[in-house]
């Protein structure tokens, strides 16, 4: 890939312009890549966020804290998980208490789908990208990146 100037052909007013044009622009590169990952095995991105989460939780979980952990900050979570539950990725119930809470949990399919989403990704080196970058480097990054996003609400 060829440096952000000369794939969009613009002459940048400052480096901080050039930077977040470039992550931005990156960003959504990236996104490609990792919808036609999901959607080979039937998810969108939005999809295995609940899956990453659920598998993370290792328990039930409310819609409530799955909104709250999404990467993708979405109103449609319900609509995600009816999809979720439909495909018998997830299992689902409400609280006997207050029957407005309802509960997530990934189900056996679920986690088996996620494996083989890990080890395709492993062996299709999809995000072989990374590969242009040392850990040392990537961690240095993430943290640039946590900091840009310290002084925002």
């Known amino acids: 890939m060829a440096k952000i100037d000369d794939e969009i052909k613009t002459k940048f007013e400052n480096d901080k312009h050039r930077f977040i044009t470039n992550l931005i622009y990156t960003s959504n590169w990236v996104n490609s890549i990792a919808n036609e990952l999901f959607k080979s095995f039937g998810l969108s991105q939005e999809q295995f966020n ?4 659920l598998r993370g ?15 993708h900050k979405t109103p449609n979570t319900t609509r995600l998980s009816d999809k979720l539950l439909h495909k018998e ?26 494996k083989e ?16 970058i040392t850990d040392e480097e990537a961690a240095q990054f993430s943290e640039l990146l946590d900091r840009l996003r310290e002084k925002y609400p």
Do not use: P
Request: hydrophobic share 35%; proline share 0%.
């Open 50 to 53: 609940i899956l990453r989460i």
């Open 57 to 71: 939780a290792k328990d039930w979980k409310t819609m409530n804290d799955i909104k709250s952990l999404m990467i």
């Open 89 to 114: 990725l997830v299992e689902r119930r409400r609280s006997e208490s207050d029957r407005r809470i309802v509960y997530l949990k990934i189900s056996e399919k679920g986690s088996q789908l996620l």
């Open 117 to 132: 989403i890990d080890e395709y990704e492993e062996n299709k080196k999809t995000f072989q990208f990374l590969e242009n």
